[in-house]
């Protein structure tokens, strides 16, 4: 067994390498070009996301998809991601993880946009879309499709249900001296009563639970921040030097490359944000909208408010609090931050972790689901659901690293395929925000969404 998870820990070095985070980011500043920096609309597409009422065809509100899309990204990577990329790669790796989500925008635009422009409506009258749509009905890969959605429910299994009920289980036990199998039933209990109900129910729990959630650990890290505002100016500075010169030993810090800020940075920036990985497209076909362009908008969103909002400033905290030149690391080194503001720091980090972390196990569950709808046909997604929930309880009561080191590389294949698609054709991206967007069409009807009753070949049974 401890053979096993040192390969699949290798193997998971090697696919989360160079070539892989190259990929990314090279996609990510292609398509920042491409569609003439489609950052600059971040006013618009905000605005656009607040709006919670029924504008087109969908089974949610556009708002709806962008709080379960947050709800799957916005997880432990939000806070212990960061203090390991800080940890290993010094302060500078802050500014890269921030470009991350800058230029990731693009990105997380161009494949809601492809979900939306090909996703169809199933035998039950529900939508169907990502990246395994768009490789069938854009590409005309269905093998490409497979692999995908296959790639998808490994993954969902794993980061998105085990991992985290893990993650809850453990924090709690140590924080409260609760047994891991109170724990696990009530959060078993609580995902059965909120994804039993569907799409439907997820987004409604998702609308109220994510804003509540970023808003409380977002004060909560304003708060620790002006208590330390004298050093602020220091850290800015310490941060942006540190990116392009890297950082020398200090304390208990070994020190850190300009190489290890770069790749740290941008693999936990990548890694948070999920731009180019596939899975939050899959709820933004869901949406109701007009046409592809306003819910790209929307869902091009996600990116800012998870990596150059909640990432940036969890990093600010770290590294103004100092204590990452002490040799701490991940959880310690939260910890040891949040500490800083006595009674009240602990509560932000623990609230802040317990409400990440299910709302993951939320958001990844329709990812699955729809990954398996594909596979299989609707038939197949009620036993999904009980099969999801019973994995909260095993998770919770079992670690299982190498459920981990599999999942983490499934996560980083999901990219390959998709990015495939995404370059292929973001000519289509680019026609599409031409006649929406640039031509300021941007309240224009889509053409209906294809039902596969006129058309069997785009949802398998």
């Not at 985070?21 to 618009?44: N, P, S």
Request: aromatic content about 10%; hydrophobic content about 55%.
């Amino acid at each position: 067994m401890q053979t096993l998870e040192a390969w699949l820990g290798a193997a998971s070095d090697v696919v989360w390498g160079w070539p892989m985070l190259a990929l990314l980011f090279g996609t990510h500043i292609f398509l920042t070009f491409r569609l003439r920096f489609i950052q600059g609309y971040l006013g618009k597409a905000i605005r656009l996301s607040l709006k919670r009422g029924r504008e087109g065809s969908g089974d949610i509100s556009q708002f709806g998809a962008l709080t379960t899309a947050l709800a799957a990204t916005i997880g432990t990577g939000n806070i212990v991601g960061v203090a390991t990329a800080v940890a290993a790669g010094g302060p500078g790796a802050v500014l890269w993880m921030w470009l991350t989500g800058v230029f990731g925008v693009a990105t997380k635009y161009a494949e809601a946009l492809l979900a939306v422009k090909y996703r169809v409506v199933n035998r039950d009258g529900m939508m169907a879309g990502g990246p395994m749509y768009v490789l069938e009905r854009g590409l005309g890969q269905r093998w490409l499709g497979v692999v995908f959605a296959l790639l998808t429910a490994v993954t969902a299994f794993g980061i998105g249900n085990m991992v985290q009920a893990n993650s809850i289980s453990q924090m709690v036990a140590t924080t409260f001296g609760i047994s891991p199998w109170w724990t696990g039933g009530v959060m078993t209990v609580l995902t059965a009563v909120v994804i039993l109900g569907g799409i439907k129910s997820i987004a409604r729990i998702c609308e109220a639970l994510v804003p509540f959630m970023a808003i409380f650990y977002v004060v909560g890290c304003l708060i620790l921040l002006a208590m330390e505002w004298h050093r602020l100016p220091h850290t800015l500075s310490l941060i942006v030097q540190s990116a392009f010169t890297g950082h020398a030993a200090v304390g208990g810090f070994l020190g850190a490359g300009m190489r290890e800020a770069v790749r740290f940075g941008i693999a936990r920036g990548l890694f948070s944000n999920e731009s180019g990985l596939g899975s939050a497209p899959i709820v933004a076909a869901a949406a109701q909208t007009k046409n592809p362009v306003r819910q790209a908008l929307v869902s091009s969103t996600g990116t800012f408010w998870d990596t150059v909002v909640v990432c940036a400033i969890t990093g600010l905290v770290l590294v103004n609090s100092m204590e990452w030149t002490k040799g701490l690391v991940g959880a310690e080194l939260t910890h040891a931050a949040f500490a800083d503001l006595p009674v009240v720091g602990p509560v932000v980090l623990t609230v802040g972790l317990l409400t990440f972390v299910f709302s993951t196990i939320l958001g990844w569950s329709y990812y699955g689901e729809k990954a398996v709808e594909y596979l299989a046909g609707a038939r197949a997604v009620p036993p999904y659901r009980w099969l999801w929930v019973a994995m909260v309880l095993v998770g919770s009561v079992v670690t299982l690293p190498i459920v981990w080191s599999f999942a983490d590389i499934a996560n980083a294949l999901m990219a390959v395929p998709n990015l495939v698609a995404l370059l292929l054709l973001s000519g289509v991206a680019v026609a599409e925000t031409r006649t929406y967007l640039w031509s300021g069409n941007l309240e224009a009807e889509a053409p209906p969404v294809d039902n596969p009753e006129r058309n069997s070949k785009e949802v398998p049974e």
